[in-house]
């Protein structure tokens, strides 16, 4: 069982730049395909950005590419999602997620099996 741990959220104001990162319970992400996904109010759970288990595949929403960047440091077993360029339409609870089965790419949502709790980003206009 994986268990992840998110840090890092807070209040920006718009056009600025925060980090995410996400810890994981032991060792393991060093072997899992991780992402990112956030949910507004009123909204659906959606995808920001996920990266396979050797780094070498990464994916980004339309929405956040070339603002967003998403990396995995496998000797601490931690995620990160650097954020920059902030808008207010990124303002919502941000999820650390790693899928279910080791050595996968991380292309299907579904596949995702292990959640953080989630941390709150808000950007200010």
């Known amino acids: 069982q994986v268990q992840l741990v998110e840090s890092g959220g807070g209040l920006v104001q718009a056009g600025g730049s925060m980090r995410l990162s996400c810890a994981a319970s032991?060792?393991?992400?060093?072997?899992?395909?991780v992402g990112w996904f956030r949910q507004a109010p009123g909204t659906e759970r959606e995808f920001v950005a996920t990266m396979s288990w050797n780094r070498s595949r990464t994916r980004y929403a339309d929405s956040v590419k070339g603002r967003f960047t998403i990396s995995k440091d496998n000797a601490k077993g931690e995620v990160y999602l650097d954020m920059k360029n902030l808008k207010p339409e990124d303002t919502a609870v941000y999820y650390c997620?790693?899928?279910?089965?080791?050595?996968?790419?991380?292309?299907?949502?579904?596949?995702?099996?292990?959640w953080g709790q989630g941390t709150q980003v808000t950007v200010s206009s």
């Open positions: 032991d060792s393991t992400l060093s072997r899992y395909a």
């Open positions: 997620a790693a899928e279910k089965f080791p050595y996968g790419l991380g292309t299907h949502r579904t596949s995702f099996g292990y």
